[in-house]
């Protein structure tokens, strides 16, 4: 059974950073994809970034690229999500995900494990 576990949300200003942290476990994660996905109040789930596990392979949404970097420390099972230059627009509930094949997707019906999420909040 894999578990994911989200934690490193919070309040920050806009400009400000945070990082986002998943610990995962219950299973060997290479060859897995891993996700991080973000849902805002009445808006739809949407996809933020991605990262091969043993590829390292990244992939953004546009509209966090060159602020946000997806990284994982394979030896702690951990996936993070640096977020830089934060602005109220990223204010969501952002969430962990697992795909157990390899290529990047960005679409969340192709994922099969998520975490509970964590709520970051950012003040203009």
């Known amino acids: 059974q894999v578990q994911l576990v989200e934690s490193g949300g919070g309040l920050v200003q806009a400009g400000g950073s945070l990082r986002l942290s998943c610990a995962a476990s219950?299973?060997?994660?290479?060859?897995?994809?891993m996700g991080w996905f973000r849902q805002a109040p009445g808006k739809e789930r949407e996809f933020v970034a991605a990262i091969g596990w043993t590829s390292g392979r990244t992939y953004y949404a546009d509209s966090v690229k060159g602020r946000f970097t997806i990284s994982r420390d394979n030896a702690k099972n951990t996936v993070y999500l640096q977020m830089n230059s934060l602005k109220p627009e990223d204010a969501a509930v952002y969430y962990c995900a697992a795909r157990v094949r390899a290529a990047l997707v960005v679409v969340t019906t192709l994922y099969d494990y998520w975490g509970q999420g964590t709520q970051v909040t950012v003040s203009s």
């Open positions: 219950g299973r060997t994660f290479s060859s897995y994809t």
